[in-house]
Structures are given as structure tokens and as C-alpha cells.
């Protein structure tokens, strides 16, 4: 009979093992730390759920099925974990990131709309264009909570059976033709299958993979008018071009979260992040909100680092390699998609297949590790 070890309860490995578990698929979810922990990749408040996707066409059918999966756990947790309150891309007309979203909008007939002027103003005042700019609204759009949902979705999975080793590092996870054996300091445990989905931690169980572990920071900003940045009606942004960031409405009512997007720092591991930040990079931060953002006060109220697993091609890593699915490295972007990966992986145990487009992220891809 099937027995699933799942490494990671994270934002994907918790949506495995619910995803299992729905199926009636007896499964063990392993973690370091417990469901909704946020010194992984899942911690920050918020997540931009986006339709018409930058990151490559091939996302848009699974980007589409995911809708009615958060959907499926939000009745699952009896809250609400998806703000649909629509999305802009705000940059120059001929910027490469902006024509991306148009053509995945086009390739998929996705109803994005490119708006400048009083349009523009009325959508989003929060994001005021400058000279040459276009706004393209995403309606699909909205944001996600992270630490609800990936506490949701385990618990969704203890209701259905599965069971949660909390605080339970796996130091080691072997394959061989009769199933799998999973290493923690309780002793050794057999299972028939193992879902490796240990984000940024990925390098202690995956040495040779070509992933490395990056910190991202988050700023949050006061507001200087309440009535803007209303988490019920303000759109998420990203802004491209100079400067580069995302940017929330104030979710909690304190601050309105912006991600400046630069070049990421690598590290060892996110157990040896530094939380803090040097002061000339909330300076940094602190410029593009005053060049760009007129509705946000001059400092922030907050800062916090995280980290995330990337691929050097931007693509997480999801297949099947015998007995282990893999699960890892969405580098950045994974968040949105965590259930429909769940999903897959449930596919990928139970038959060894799936008929979802995954071919972007074969795990035996040609990639090399950057040097
Ligand atoms: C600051 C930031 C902003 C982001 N913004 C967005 C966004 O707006 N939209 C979006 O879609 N995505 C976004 N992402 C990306 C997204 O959040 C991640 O891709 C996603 O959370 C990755 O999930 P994961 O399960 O791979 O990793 P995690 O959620 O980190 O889970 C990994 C889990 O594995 C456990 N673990 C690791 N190793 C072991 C081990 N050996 N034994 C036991 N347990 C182990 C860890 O404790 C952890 O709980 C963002 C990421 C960051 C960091």
C-alpha cells in the first residue's frame, strides 16, 4: 500500500500533503519547524496571485485551474485567503516586462487591459504613471495570505488523515527498489514514496541540485492618506523598469508592503539569515517610494528578510525521479501555484504521471548551478 513522506510543510509541501490526503493517500509531512513558520519562503503577510504571467505562457493554464483549488481550501479553512482586488503592471509602454504580460494576455485571451491618462488614475491612484507609462490591469488578480493558507492546508490535511511530524528535521532521504527511507533523530522511517519540498533549505538534502538559497526583503511603508491602499479595493502592482518593485495595499492597516526589485543575495541558508538590513538599502527602498509612490510616508515601519530556492533559469524544479517527487525551487514566483503543484504532486505519486503542462519545470532540464 502507498505510504507518502512528505519533507517540507512549507507553501508547496503542505499543499502535497493535503492534496494526498484528499485523496485518501496515507502521507507523513516532515518539518524543521511547524506549518506557518515564516523563516522560509511562505513568511511576509502577502503574495500577488497574477493571471497574465510575465514568467512564460505555460503558466497561464495551471494559473487558471489554481483559482478554484484556493478556492476549494478557503471553504476547507471557513476564511478568506485570496483578495481578488485585480492587479497593474505599471512601466514604460516598450519595456520588455510589459510587452511579456501583453503577450501571455494575448496567447491565452486573457481580458488585460492597457490604460494611460484618467483611466489609468481612476484604476489605481496609488500608482501614478509618469511620462511615457502605461498601466496594464490584470481583473484576475489579488493577493494571498501566506502563513493562513499554508496552516490551512495543513491542518486540512490532519483532518483527512495525514500526519504532521512538527520540529522533525529529515537529515537524510534514501531510495531504493522497494521505497524510501527517511533519517530524522527519532531513528529511520519506511515509506513507498518520498515528496522532497524543502524550498530554500533544498541544498542539505539536495547538494548536487542546481539551486541556491536567496534572501528577499520586504519594507513596509505608513500610508499618508487612509484612503488609499485599502487591502478591500487597491490593486496590487508591480512596477517595472528604474525603479523595479511589487507593492501591496496595506493589508493590516499599518503598512503598505513594497519588494524593491534588485539583484538578490545568496546565502548559505536561511538558518543563518541576517533579518537586519544595511541602512543604505532602506535607503535605497526609500527612494523609489518617493520618486514613484506620493501616497506612502518617507520611512518604513518595518523590515524583514525571507529567503526563496531559484533555478538559474527562473523555473522551479517538479517531477518524478523514481521513487522521490520533487517539489523545489520556484524560485520567487511559487507561491500562487503552491496548490495546483500540490495537486501534481498527487499525481505524480499515484500514477507516475500527469496530465498537467509541466515541461518548463522537469527537473532533468538542462541547468547548471551558477558558478
Ligand atoms: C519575500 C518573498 C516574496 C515572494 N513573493 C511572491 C509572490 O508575490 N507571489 C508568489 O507566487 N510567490 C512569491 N514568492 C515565492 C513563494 O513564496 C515561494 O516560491 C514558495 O513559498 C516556496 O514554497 P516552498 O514550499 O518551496 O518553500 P517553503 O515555504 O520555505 O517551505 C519549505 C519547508 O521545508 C521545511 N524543511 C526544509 N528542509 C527540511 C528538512 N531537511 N527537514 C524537515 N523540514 C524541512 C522548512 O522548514 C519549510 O517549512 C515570494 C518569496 C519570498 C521569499
Given at each position: 500500500m502507498t505510504s507518502v513522506a512528505v519533507v517540507g510543510t512549507g507553501a508547496v509541501g503542505s499543499m502535497a500533503l493535503w492534496r494526498l490526503a484528499e485523496r485518501g493517500i496515507p502521507a507523513v509531512g516532515f518539518d524543521a519547524y511547524a506549518p506557518g513558520h515564516d523563516r522560509g519562503a511562505a513568511g511576509g503577510e502577502s503574495r500577488i496571485f497574477r493571471t497574465a504571467y510575465k514568467e512564460g505562457p505555460e503558466y497561464v493554464p495551471l494559473l487558471r485551474e489554481v483559482r478554484d483549488l484556493w478556492s476549494e481550501l478557503e471553504r476547507a479553512a471557513g476564511r478568506r485567503l485570496f483578495t481578488p482586488v485585480g492587479g497593474v503592471t505599471v512601466g514604460p509602454r516598450e519595456h520588455p516586462k510589459i510587452q511579456a504580460v501583453l503577450a501571455a494576455a494575448r496567447a491565452h485571451d486573457l481580458p488585460v487591459e492597457t490604460l494611460t491618462g484618467k483611466a489609468a488614475q481612476d484604476r489605481a491612484p496609488e500608482h501614478p504613471l509618469r511620462e511615457g507609462e502605461v498601466m496594464v490591469a490584470d481583473p484576475g488578480a489579488g493577493y494571498l495570505r501566506p502563513e493562513p493558507a499554508v496552516v490551512a492546508a495543513a491542518a486540512a490535511a490532519e483532518r483527512k488523515g495525514a500526519r504532521i511530524a512538527r520540529y522533525t528535521p529529515v537529515t537524510e532521504v534514501r531510495q531504493d527498489a522497494t521505497g524510501v527511507t527517511v533519517v530524522t533523530g527519532d531513528g529511520e522511517q519506511r515509506f513507498t514514496h518520498a515528496v522532497l519540498a524543502p524550498g530554500p533549505w533544498a541544498r542539505t538534502l539536495?547538494?548536487?541540485?542546481p539551486i541556491v538559497a536567496k534572501a528577499i526583503t520586504s519594507t513596509w511603508f505608513p500610508r499618508r492618506d487612509e484612503a488609499l491602499f485599502d487591502p478591500e479595493r487597491c490593486p496590487i502592482a508591480i512596477r517595472v523598469g528604474e525603479p523595479a518593485y511589487s507593492c501591496f495595499p496595506s493589508v493590516d492597516g499599518t503598512g503598505v508592503k513594497v519588494n524593491l526589485h534588485v539583484p538578490w543575495r545568496e546565502i548559505d541558508s536561511p538558518d543563518a539569515l541576517t533579518r537586519s538590513v544595511p541602512v543604505a538599502y532602506v535607503e535605497q527602498v526609500a527612494r523609489a517610494v518617493a520618486a514613484t509612490l506620493p501616497g506612502l510616508g518617507p520611512d518604513p515601519v518595518r523590515v524583514a528578510t525571507y529567503a526563496d530556492a531559484f533555478t538559474p533559469d527562473g523555473h522551479g524544479l517538479l517531477g518524478r525521479q523514481g521513487r522521490t517527487v520533487l517539489a523545489a525551487?520556484?524560485?520567487?514566483?511559487?507561491f500562487k501555484l503552491a496548490p495546483v503543484f500540490g495537486d501534481i504532486v498527487a499525481d505524480l505519486v499515484e500514477s507516475g504521471a500527469t496530465t498537467r503542462g509541466i515541461g518548463h519545470l522537469a527537473p532533468n532540464r538542462p541547468l547548471r548551478r551558477s558558478p
Open positions: 539536495l547538494p548536487e541540485a525551487a520556484f524560485s520567487g514566483h511559487g
